[in-house]
């Protein structure tokens, strides 16, 4: 008794499948400008925390987004502090982002620079369960 065969057509849709890039929900939707990196991670258990993200790397970017886990997160306030020592407060990054969502992308003034760190003012969820995690991307 012999193997069952596969139909060639399901044996290249499987192997183009298989030598496709997975693509990163984060990336540009332009396509033309890079892929996003991620700059930093870090957990939120607490209902109202301001936490710093600080920043491993020294790519310089030119827009910023934040990606939520498992929880959903109020941002109040979000200020990045560049290598060079000046600071910019991003009004723009403020408002819920529910889990599984990421802010909107933020252009950073100026020229492309490095990041040193992120501070983050967030609330979560009074009744939320767990611990929320946030993700800060850079698109160079």
Excluded: C
């Excluded at 109202?48 to 987004?65: H, M, P």
């Excluded at 934040?66 to 009004?91: A, L, M, P, R, T």
């Excluded at 408002?95 to 909107?104: E, L, N």
């Amino acid at each position: 008794m012999s193997a069952p065969r596969l139909p060639v057509p399901v044996l290249a849709v499987a192997l183009v499948l298989a030598l496709t890039p997975a693509v990163d929900a984060r990336s540009d939707k332009g396509g033309k400008t890079g892929d996003w990196v991620r700059l930093a991670k870090v957990r939120l258990n607490l209902l109202e925390k301001r936490e710093t993200l600080n920043v491993k790397t020294d790519r310089a970017v030119r827009k910023l987004r934040i990606h939520v886990e498992n929880v959903g997160v109020v941002f109040k306030d979000v200020s990045v502090h560049f290598e060079d020592g000046e600071e910019q407060d991003v009004k723009l990054i403020t408002g819920y982002v529910a889990a599984g969502g990421q802010t909107r992308a933020v252009e950073l003034k100026g020229r492309t620079r490095v990041i040193d760190r992120v501070t983050v003012a967030a609330v979560t969820r009074a009744m939320a369960m767990g611990t929320a995690e946030i993700e800060l991307w850079g698109l160079p």
